[in-house]
């Protein structure tokens, strides 16, 4: 197992075994900045080491004096270190450079801890 490295926010440390893929924050060499988001895991099925996320905001509409739900879905690489995830699971995720055509986020944490 590699050196853990310091991805420069408060997160647990994970706990699961690497695989030596270069597309890990904390093992490899990719590098996370930008925004940090918490959504819900809805699919991990049929990705590799992918996971789609949805979070829920609202929004006050001036016009109708109403407010409305919107859900932004996020595809995010998982890294092994992390380990599995289950669907309705808690996770946050971190904007890093684009790994392919759809993924732009990387899973940073996941649990109870959020």
């Known amino acids: 197992m590699g050196e853990i490295r310091d991805i420069g926010i408060d997160v647990a440390t994970p706990t699961g075994e690497w695989d030596g893929n270069q597309n890990c924050p904390f093992y490899g060499s990719l590098r996370v900045r930008g925004q940090i988001i918490e959504g819900k895991i809805v699919s991990a ?5 992918s996971v789609v996320l949805e979070r ?5 509409m001036k016009k109708y004096e109403r407010y409305e739900k919107r859900t932004h879905r996020y595809v995010a690489h998982l890294p ?3 380990g599995g995830v289950n669907i309705g699971e808690r996770v946050r995720i971190m904007e890093c450079r684009p790994l392919s055509k759809t993924v732009k986020f990387c ?5 109870e801890s959020i």
């Open 107 to 111: 899973v940073i944490e996941k649990g």
């Open 45 to 49: 099925e049929g990705m590799d080491s």
């Open 56 to 60: 829920e905001t609202t929004r006050y």
């Open 80 to 82: 092994s270190c992390i």
